[in-house]
């Protein structure tokens, strides 16, 4: 089975290494070819543009930044949706919206072939590893079909029901992690105000009830100054937005998810949009 993956940001790169470690080959496609040099060293093919993969590829997957950018690569003249044929799948894993996902799985439907919606938690430490939590929307069929692509990349891969189901889940992971987040950052300026070290402190905190995979992988970053972006702050405002908009569409009061909003919202207007999500503890800072 040939894949097509396009976006070779944070993430993607990580999940391309997984499938060609795999096996895989894999041809890869991005705006600027320059990000996806060290990639192609590792063995993937090099496509000038998205007809190009696609004319070579069983399976595409998509990774991008936000839902204008799905939009884009599947919808715009000679996009995926133009070039994808009967018997394809496509595999949108960007977090992004539910309605998008939906609309995607009915004009690939029409083409004769399956879109699902698998957008993964883990971040890039998960994605280098192959230990990405995979959360997929579509027909059980289609993800029958292309399970074994999903294991290469993520250990924790779970069926959520039809199109969209995936990106609702991912809300839900998006939902937990967002004052989790509030809270860690919390707990780590307060022990090092009350004069505490705060690497002893997670040796306390990180294995009992407090524990989380933010707490063990995140704090210590915090603790040491390291905000590089195994997820960017942009990114993660855009999904929270998303998961605002679903809940009031709902009818849903999230107060913590709104407070956590304005917070990494805040720390956007301070410059820190290309930082981790752990830079949130500037803000206490």
């Known amino acids: 089975m040939n894949i097509g993956f396009i976006g070779t940001g944070v993430m993607g790169k990580g999940m391309i290494g997984q499938l060609l470690s795999k096996g895989y080959e894999v041809c890869i496609h991005t705006r600027t070819k320059s990000k996806a040099e060290s990639l192609i060293e590792a063995g993937a093919e090099w496509c000038n543009n998205v007809a190009d993969l696609a004319e070579k590829s069983d399976t595409i997957i998509t990774i991008v930044g936000y839902p204008y950018d799905v939009k884009q690569v599947y919808f715009e003249e000679n996009g995926l949706l133009d070039n994808v044929r009967e018997g394809m799948h496509l595999i949108d894993m960007t977090t992004s919206t539910p309605s998008l996902a ?3 799985a009915k004009a690939a ?3 004769g072939a399956e879109a699902l919606d698998a957008p993964v938690s883990g971040g890039d430490i998960g994605a ?3 230990k990405l939590s995979i959360m997929v929307g ?3 069929q289609a993800f029958a079909t292309v399970k074994p692509i999903f294991e290469a990349m993520g250990t924790n891969i779970v069926y959520q029901g039809q199109a969209g189901a995936g990106q609702h889940t991912k809300m839900c992971n998006q939902i937990a992690i ?10 780590v300026v307060y022990a ?5 070290s705060p690497e002893n402190v997670l040796k306390s905190i990180s294995t009992g009830a407090a524990g989380s995979w933010s707490l063990s992988n995140l704090a210590p970053r915090m603790i040491g100054g390291d905000f590089a972006p195994g997820f960017y702050i942009k990114h993660f405002v855009k999904d929270l937005r998303i998961a605002i908009e679903e809940a009031d569409r709902m ?3 999230l107060p913590g998810l709104k407070l956590s909003e304005s917070i990494y919202e805040r720390l956007v207007e301070l410059g820190y949009e290309d930082n981790g999500t752990q830079a949130v503890y500037n803000f206490y800072k």
């Open 102 to 104: 939906e609309e995607i």
């Open 109 to 111: 439907s029409e083409k």
């Open 128 to 130: 280098r590893e192959g």
């Open 138 to 140: 579509g027909s059980e």
């Open 178 to 187: 967002a004052s989790n987040m509030l809270g860690v950052a919390e707990a």
């Open 192 to 196: 090092e105000k009350s004069g505490l």
């Open 251 to 253: 009818g849903l009061e």
